[in-house]
């Protein structure tokens, strides 16, 4: 017998005697009570027999529960391991009633509490939510509570006001795995769900910003906020999402365990008990007013009431009916003001009400659909399958919870027309709590629909086209990260997709070459932001086998939020390996033949140079062979040897500044002077058959251009020229200031027009001349009309590049057998600036003195060295290898003021050495010599700007002079 039999009892025993206190004089009625206070004891007697005979005849029982780690006020765990709990207080009295024992289970969420039930680990698990699916593979007890689900926000969060504003790609919501919010937002559709393991997981998210919204029983939730202290950071939006109803879990075979605790819950929930335990965990006032309390106040006004109701009913019924006017009035005009569609039934599914967009989509009047079957009016189909759809006002009575439609649902009119509808069914409750009806609220959403159903259908087609490509596919949801490939594209790295899922943005980046990554998102972010219409860009990817290879990837957003920020983005990547491998040996191809055609000018140049060297041996060696033979050198034949040297030095020097390969190095100097240096080279390498004439301006501006640059661009034209006159000719080489404006005509092959000052260089040659066919390529690389094995078609192609590199321009006049006139225009620079030239010291001489460290790995050279520099004033101290010169700097005692060392030598170069010496002397100054090229000495690491270099050979008053100048530096 339950607790409530006696409290019915107890109010029967008050009612008998205040009967007695009454002194009521009916005998028959005493009689009554007199029976009913029989029957009483007799109730009571029967229960303690029952409970008694329970006890002794059967052992006392342990049951297995499981609960969840921290789901307060339902459950919670403390320091000892002990949980505790609204729900613990509950099932425990039910223990102590039924006197069993249990033993608790402690688990991490609901799933994993109700697998333990599934595999029969446990016996049941109090306080489950209860819903259609789950009722489906459990039996549930009588509820113990009903627990609002609610969405809860960040407090300043102001995008969201109810929850149908979550269906919205941007915002992401929180839920519980496997709960009962899960499952509803899963039905609904729409909804960009993230599961979390438990309430802390959920409220972090929320918290920093990983999700927008969280949805979680209301009451566990305020309760945890409440204890973290940050109330003032969360806020409910919209009414619930459902009511969910919590009961006992059990397995579907224990159904006496059921009907146990069925009887149980139904009378502890009626009990002051249950008000006491609600109150200590949810915080709900404790009521005053009691069973009894009621019943004696009860007693003491029924007569007054008695007396007053036939009074007030008559009034009463009046005033009810016409507040009833008044609010199905109210309700009406609410309902027609509504923007959705509204169908209410009742628990038969017989409709009760419409509104005036209800009417206009079904075709139905009011009049009309007034006490039809739900399903004659509201005639729902699946637009794919064309199958009936569920009748919603049956599902929503069965789970008595909200219920959405089902995705791709079509509404056919009482016309015939269609309409796409979204939206829900939810149950009419009275102020019992007793499902009297539902409500249907639905809206139009076709043109919606369409338009999904449309992009989705394009971007299969989008996406069947691109599989059936041979490139790699991708489509980015920029906001999540998450990247979906083809698997052409990781065959193009040498992997099958899975091994590389799931593909993030993550995944990309530590594909992405490093030096590439920033370029890549330079150019997305200018894409993102309207600059670009599309991405495109060459990037390096890794391959599996380790490799680096070529892709061209390009992309473009395809959907944005309202405020414009960019939400999908598709787009391909191409293997272009092969294509870069070919452009890099293409580039290398070019680079030798550009070396072979200097070659091959040297090859020309080398006849006139070995005629000319030939003539200043000879000079030498016949004063020497005089000398030898007279046994003294007269001042004549010194001062013929030496010219002759010096001479020889000047060809030596112009033969390898043309030969040599190196970066260019701009300096502001006078062109006049640097052709003027030049043109007995150019004299040989074009033969005496043809004629130089030489017209230089004077005042001429400066430039800034390399001079080998310079030597280069004039070779290339003179060796063009000579090619073009047949016999005899003349070449003329002229400069002069030129000044452009905007509307004056300084034109280049490109025809873009350009203002400013410029120095002109013009070479004319009265050639065979071009036709305007070979004017339009004439710059092109390989493009030739010379005979094949003549001509490698890069030598103006090398002069175009050059002036292009300077910032200049170049304007070329020609007609057939009327010659050729190249000019060439270069910025002029500030002549302010020093003008410089190479590896030239000063001659100005020096007083100079000091201690000088000799490093010169030649014999000769050194001795011959230490001589002119001992001459020159200097304390010499001559090494002849790096390692001998950082002995004795070691072994020295006192200053070593100036460092003259070659720069190539066997073991360590002159370059290293410097660096270790300054270590010991920081303000050593270093004069560094050779007789190598400048490609050698960048070879060998020491071409930098703002060290001292002199070039060999030298003169004495050359050298004296290169450390004069460091002294005065």
Known sequence: MSCSILLDCEFILVLVFFVNFMRVEDKYLMKVFNLILFIYFLSVFSVFAENTAQVVESEIKTYRVAVIKDFPPLYMVGISGKPYGFAIDILESIARKKKFNIEYVITENWGSAAELVRNSEVDFVPGYGI??????????????????????????????????????????????????????????GGFFIRQKNNIDDGLNALLAGEVDAFIFPEPVLLKKVQDMGIEDLIAIVDSPLIYLKRGYLFRKTDTKLLEMFNAEISNIVKSQEYSQIYHKWYGTPEHFWTIKKVAFLMLAVFSVLSILFILWKNYSVGVINEKLLRSEE?????????????????????IT?????????????????????????????????????????????????????????????????????????????????????????????????????????????FINVLKGTNVGTWEWNIQTGEILFNDRWAEMLGYKLEELLPTTIVTVDHLLYPDDAKAVNALIEKHFQGELNSFECEVRMKHKNGTWIWVLSKGCVISRAPDGKPLTMYGTQQNINERKLAEKEKEKLQEQLLQSQKMESIGRLAGGVAHDFNNMLSIILGHVDLAMIEKEFSQNSIEQIRSAALRSADLTKQLLTFARKQAIQPKVLNLNSVISNMLDMLRKLIGENI????????????????????????????????????????????????????????KNTSNSL???????????????????????????????????????????????????????????????????????????????????????????????????LLVEDELVLAQMAEKMLKIGGYNVITTTSAEEALQVIQEHKGKIDIMLTDVVMPGMNGYELYLQVKELYPDIQCLFMSGHTSDVLSRQGIVEEGLNFIQKPFSMKGLIAALGNLHAG
């Open 131 to 188: 819903t259609a699916s789950r009722q489906k593979e459990f039996l549930f007890s009588a509820e113990i509570e009903n627990m609002p689900v609610s969405c809860f926000v960040k407090k300043k969060e102001t995008r969201i006001l109810k929850i149908d504003d979550l269906k919205n790609p941007s915002f992401k919501t929180a839920v519980i795995q496997n709960s009962a919010a899960y499952t509803e937002l899963t039905e609904r």
């Open 691 to 746: 004629k130089i004439e030489w017209n230089p301006t004077e005042d001429l501006g400066s430039v800034k251009i390399d001079s080998t640059q310079v030597e280069q661009i004039l070779a290339n034209l003179c060796i063009n020229s000579r090619d073009a006159i047949t016999r005899n000719g003349n070449i003329i080489i002229r400069t002069a200031n030129a000044d452009f404006d905007t509307s004056s005509g300084g």
């Open 330 to 350: 109210n309700l009406r005009i609410t309902l027609d003001s509504i923007g959705d569609a509204v169908i209410s039934t009742d628990t038969a599914g017989f």
């Open 353 to 461: 009400r419409m509104n005036p967009i209800a009417e206009k989509l079904t075709g139905w009047s009011l009049a009309d659909a007034v006490g039809k079957p739900l399903s004659e009016v509201f005639r729902i189909v699946n637009s794919t399958t064309r199958q009936v759809a569920p009748n919603p006002v049956e599902h929503v009575l069965s789970s008595g919870e909200i219920v959405g439609l089902a995705n791709h649902t079509a509404l056919i009119s009482k016309s015939g027309a269609e309409f796409q509808i979204a939206d829900s069914g939810a149950p009419i409750k009275n102020a019992s709590g007793e499902v009297v009806g539902v409500v249907m609220v639905f809206r139009d959403v076709t043109e919606e629909y369409n338009a999904v159903t449309a992009f989705k259908a394009e971007r299969e087609r």
């Open 754 to 852: 350009h203002s400013g000052m410029y120095v002109m260089l013009s070479l004319s040659d009265n050639g065979c001349g071009m036709d305007k066919e070979t004017l339009s390529h004439l710059f092109e690389p390989f493009f030739t009309t010379k005979e094949l094995g003549k001509g490698t078609g890069l030598g103006l192609s090398t002069v175009y590049g050059a002036v292009e590199q300077n910032g200049g321009f170049i304007n070329v006049y020609s007609e057939p057998d009327l010659g050729t006139t190249f000019k060439l225009y270069f910025p002029r620079h500030d002549i302010s600036e020093s003008i410089t030239s190479e590896n030239i010291p000063s001659e100005k001489t020096s007083s100079v003195s000091g201690t000088l």
